[in-house]
């Protein structure tokens, strides 16, 4: 049996109205793209990124589409359905922009289409030691190196962005063996997942975001890291002055922020509180248009750049 793919095109405007009448006919699994909603998206995050992919941005400029799919079987008798409704939306609700209520089709086959994206991932090698695996997958032959396992459907951090694995990379050179590590803007965990497989003996992740915490805890799980190892919480330890308090006791030997310049540049005068007398402080997620910006908040917070490294726009900062 086949899936089919139908691409119904419309307007912004008209996008929850026309979902709704979708829904009412009896179709479900709608997946929605709604132009309007990832430029609000853009707007309302910018302090929290440097750089839109200017080909997703081109792809979602004026694009406003909802798909659904049908089973091969009954196709023809939904398909004359839904253009028979498509046809009677602008008479009915005049007043609302439908924008044009175009279709599209196209075949998927029989597998599981919600995760047939998985298909395309593989094994990811970082560095000389550390190997990404999707965790839905066996990996026979690990080629000698240590093996991160990681949820790849969630869009906390994957390994595949250049700023993470130059973070990677460097942990590969900073642990020797028993560190403590903290992981500022921890997302999915893999910073902290690194650390430990390396050695490390505890880590702790903090992230703004009430899902990290779940989310990292889960990874650190799977990779055979409990609570005596590994610690996430959720909060903002610029504004949570308690919780910084308690997360700076004993201090850490590698502080880690692989988030965005313009945070690294808020973070930077609370980091020291954080490290050891020796500790190192790493961070990336730099543009290179933005890295003497982060310098200078290097050096007002009493710390000194040691290391510098570059992938394409982006830089990774060593400081201690």
């Known amino acids: 049996m086949q899936w089919i793919e139908v691409t119904v095109r419309t307007a912004s405007a008209g996008i929850e109205l026309l979902c709704a009448e979708l829904t009412d006919a009896g179709f479900d699994s709608l997946v929605i793209d709604d132009s309007e909603e990832f430029a609000d998206?853009?707007?309302e995050s910018k302090d929290y990124w440097d750089y839109v992919d200017e080909a997703l941005a081109k792809k979602m400029q004026d694009r406003s589409q909802?798909?659904?799919y049908l089973s091969e079987?009954?196709?023809?008798?939904?398909l004359a359905a839904l253009r028979a409704l498509l046809q009677e939306l602008p008479a009915r609700y005049p007043a609302c922009d439908f924008g044009a209520l175009t279709i599209a089709l196209e075949n998927v086959p029989q597998e599981d289409w919600e995760n047939s994206w998985k298909k395309n991932y593989r094994p990811l090698p970082v560095g000389e030691r550390l190997l990404v695996?999707?965790?839905w997958m066996t990996v026979d032959d690990l080629g000698?190196?240590?093996p991160i396992y990681l949820d790849l459907g969630l869009t906390f951090g994957t390994g595949?962005?250049?700023s993470t694995q130059m973070c990677m990379r460097t942990l590969e050179t900073l642990v020797k063996g028993g560190e403590r590590v903290a992981d500022l803007g921890s997302g999915s965990g893999i910073l902290s997942v690194c650390a430990l497989r390396l050695g490390a003996a505890s880590a702790v992740g903090v992230d703004v975001d009430p899902a990290a915490e779940h989310i990292a805890r889960e990874n650190a799980a799977r990779n055979g890291f409990g609570e005596d190892r590994f610690y996430a919480c959720t909060g903002n330890v610029l504004k949570d002055t308690a919780l910084m308090e308690s997360l700076c006791i004993g201090g850490y030997d590698i502080?880690?922020?692989n988030i965005v310049a313009g945070v690294i540049v808020s973070l930077v005068p609370v980091v020291p509180r954080f490290l050891k007398p020796n500790g190192v402080f790493l961070c990336s997620g730099i543009l290179n248009s933005r890295e003497a910006e982060v310098r200078q908040a290097i050096e007002r917070a009493g710390l000194t750049v040691i290391?510098?490294?570059?992938v394409e726009q982006w830089c990774c900062l060593l400081a201690k």
């Open 66 to 68: 909802v798909r659904l």
């Open 144 to 146: 000698g190196r240590l």
């Open 41 to 43: 998206f853009l707007e």
């Open 307 to 310: 290391r510098r490294v570059q």
């Open 73 to 78: 079987e009954t196709a023809q008798e939904e």
């Open 133 to 135: 695996v999707p965790q």
């Open 255 to 257: 502080v880690c922020a």
């Open 160 to 162: 595949e962005h250049a």
